[in-house]
């Protein structure tokens, strides 16, 4: 059925119009069959017989016109048989032969896959974007079919600048990042990892109206340290048939194609070589496109922090596991403090234990320093605590990496709680009773009975858990055992979705996807429209406490700390004006296209949002010849 998701429909009413309206200029110069192979213009049988006249296309086509609608509903009734003709097969079948689906779609008609993914973006979220995003990356080299975005290896150096030239679009505003080290919590997936960029990019199409003609996903290919994929590629040919394993927790992992890495066979780039890599990549792109916002993503946490270091200051780009997972992190955090009926300075006071270490535990604990500081002052004395592989990590730890020291305990802070360095997790829990549990390990199943029964003694009268590791088979909890060992009265929240908790007697555990989704849409944007020079801390805080301000309290109480995704667009119009005002307020935006910073400044907080919404843009097909 032709439908709108209710929430946003007045937003989508309003882009609609405005979009059709600037879009009546667009006229192709690519002719017949060129643009029935271009996604960006395809139309497939929705071209009208003026346009197929004047475009080369009689006879290219069958001839009965359909409109948009009969598309899209046809295109949904294949989806729906899809999904009844896998029923009962194991959901990594399922959820590959869905994304199969939608990527032939995307591969033909884009105009048409992102109305339906805006449409139906909460069915369809988990499929293009996490996790199932995280199983097309491990199966990449075999579900390869047609490039999308821009491959830069090792092999290429001295070239960039030339190459770069070689993207068919003028204009690229977004552009995610990857070297592929550290996809989700799958480890080094060398180039296979591309799928991230691209599944982060759809996100920015759907939920912040970036024109998909002015994205661009990147690989960059510098090698990996994965041994299998660096192994002889005929030793990993598996049968043309699937291949089914079952992994931990009844997952089950498929390959069903003739596996040939498409990736650099060589171990991966250190030090300065990877360095110049990084940035004669940098330099092309902004010699080309100044303005774009670049989103570094799954870089491994040493490459992580280096490049938001060596960058930042110099250009418009942000690291979303570290800074957009720190927003999402905090608005969710201070939800917790909300939801124990405490005012929002008593987040000062909360214990809260970070399991894992690396880019995103301290990116958060980075954030949530700066946030207990504004609130208690310059000598506020945080309850964290930190852990990493080698457990708790203290003052005494050798070789500590210089990132987590702000982070570590002194001896005389958890001596009195018996704790030590190195301390376990369910340790940890039992002598802390912390208010928070918030994992950023990458490893499923960490919070083990042991680990949510102690959470049941915590010192909050709600105690949060947030197992936010992806893909679903890597979050440290799943919600069943968390609400059935830890209590009813907790909060929960994932990084990967999950159902809901039936609790029984008509009470239901909400699940909460705390995931960076939430914020980098409405960062770039915000980035975007503001033309800021660069992505300061302010900039970030403005997007995290729009997040956190956007729930209400009647929400807050019933354990609900995001908005649904199916609000997607709206809270990213919101967290967009947030950013943008923040870069103007602190003299960082230079303007977009016709808007001057003067303009930009002279808006109220309304108009803001409304101009950003204004900015969006919305599916529907343009015209391709002049009337
Ligand atoms: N929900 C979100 O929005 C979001 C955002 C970013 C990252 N993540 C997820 O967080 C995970 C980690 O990402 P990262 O970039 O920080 O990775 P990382 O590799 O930089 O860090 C992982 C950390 O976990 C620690 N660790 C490993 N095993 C552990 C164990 N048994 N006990 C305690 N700690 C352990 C490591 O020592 C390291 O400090 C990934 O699964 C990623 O998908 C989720
Ligand atoms: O990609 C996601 O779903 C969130 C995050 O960026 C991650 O690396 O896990
Ligand atoms: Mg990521």
């Known amino acids: 059925m032709w439908r709108v998701a209710r929430s946003a429909a007045s937003t989508f009413r309003r882009t609609r119009r405005l979009s059709t309206a600037i879009s009546a200029p667009c006229i192709v110069h690519k002719r017949g069959a060129d643009i029935l192979h271009d996604p960006w213009f395809n139309k497939d049988t929705g071209f009208p017989m003026t346009e197929r006249d004047r475009l080369g296309l009689r006879g290219l086509l069958p001839p009965r016109v359909i409109s948009f609608e009969q598309q899209y509903d046809r295109f949904m009734e294949s989806f729906r048989s899809l999904e009844k003709n896998t029923e009962g097969q194991p959901e990594s079948v399922v959820s590959l032969a869905k994304w199969r689906i939608l990527n032939r779609l995307h591969d033909r008609n884009e105009t048409l896959y992102y109305r339906v993914l805006i449409d139906n973006i909460k069915d369809f979220a988990p499929i293009i974007y996490t996790p199932t995003v995280g199983l097309v990356c491990q199966n990449y080299s075999g579900l390869f079919r047609r490039p999308r975005g821009m491959y830069f290896s090792a092999k290429d150096k001295g070239e960039m600048m030339s190459m770069i030239f070689n993207w068919p679009s003028t204009q690229v505003d977004m552009i995610v990042l990857t070297d592929g080290s550290r996809i989700l919590g799958l480890g080094d997936l060398g180039v296979q990892g591309i799928g991230i960029p691209i599944g982060k990019l759809d996100m920015y199409v759907a939920a912040a109206g970036i024109n998909p003609q002015r994205v661009l996903p990147v690989m960059l290919d510098v090698g990996t340290n994965n041994q299998k994929l660096l192994e002889d590629p005929l030793s990993l040919v598996t049968p043309p048939h699937s291949v089914l394993q079952v992994g931990r927790r009844g997952f089950c992992f498929l390959q069903d194609f003739d596996f040939t890495d498409l990736g650099l066979r060589q171990p991966r780039l250190e030090g300065e070589e990877y360095l110049s890599i990084v940035d004669e990549f940098v330099e092309a792109v902004h010699a080309r496109w100044p303005k774009a916002v670049v989103q570094f993503e799954d870089f491994q946490a040493k490459w992580a922090f280096e490049t938001l270091d060596r960058y930042r200051k110099k250009f418009c780009m942000f690291n979303d596991d570290i800074q957009g997972t720190a927003g999402v992190a905090l608005a969710g955090l201070l939800g917790t403090v909300r939801a124990q009926g405490r005012p929002l300075t008593d987040f000062a006071n909360q214990k809260i234990v970070v399991v894992g270490a690396g880019s995103a535990g301290l990116g958060v604990l980075k954030m949530a320093l700066q946030a207990v500081s504004r609130m208690a002052g310059p000598s506020a004395d945080p309850h964290f605590f930190l852990l990493d592989k080698n457990g708790l990590i203290t003052k005494d730890r050798k070789d500590i990496d210089p990132a987590a020291l702000p982070f570590a305990k002194a001896h005389h802070e958890i001596e009195g709680l018996g704790l030590q360095e190195g ?49 679903t088979n890597n979050a440290e909890c799943c919600p069943v055992d968390a609400f059935k060992l830890a209590g009813e009265d907790i909060v929960f929240a994932s990084g990967s979705p999950f159902a809901n908790v039936d609790l029984g007697n008509g009470k239901i555990g909400h699940v909460n996807q705390a995931n960076n989704m939430y914020l980098f849409p409405g960062i770039g944007l915000g980035a975007l429209l503001s033309g800021a020079r660069n992505i300061s801390d302010t900039m970030l805080e403005a997007a995290a406490e729009c997040l956190a301000s956007y729930m209400s309290d009647d929400e807050i109480n019933r354990g609900i700390l995001y908005p649904s995704i199916d609000d997607i667009r709206d809270i990213t119009a919101e967290v967009g004006a947030a950013v943008l005002r923040a870069a103007v307020a602190e003299d960082l935006a230079e303007g977009h296209g016709d808007v001057g910073v003067r303009e930009l400044q002279h808006m109220s907080k309304e108009e803001t949002i409304e101009h950003v919404r204004e900015n969006m843009w919305y599916p529907v097909y343009g015209p391709l010849v002049h009337e």
């Not at 009773?433 to 029964?453: A, D, N, Q």
């Not at 915590?458 to 893909?471: C, E, G, K, T």
């Open 423 to 471: 301390a376990g997790l369910a340790e940890v829990v039992k002598k802390v009773k912390p208010h928070v549990l918030l994992g950023l390990s990458g490893v499923g199943g960490i919070f083990h009975e042991e680990v949510l029964r102690a959470m049941k003694e915590s010192d909050s009268v709600r105690p949060a858990i947030f197992a936010m590791s992806n893909p």
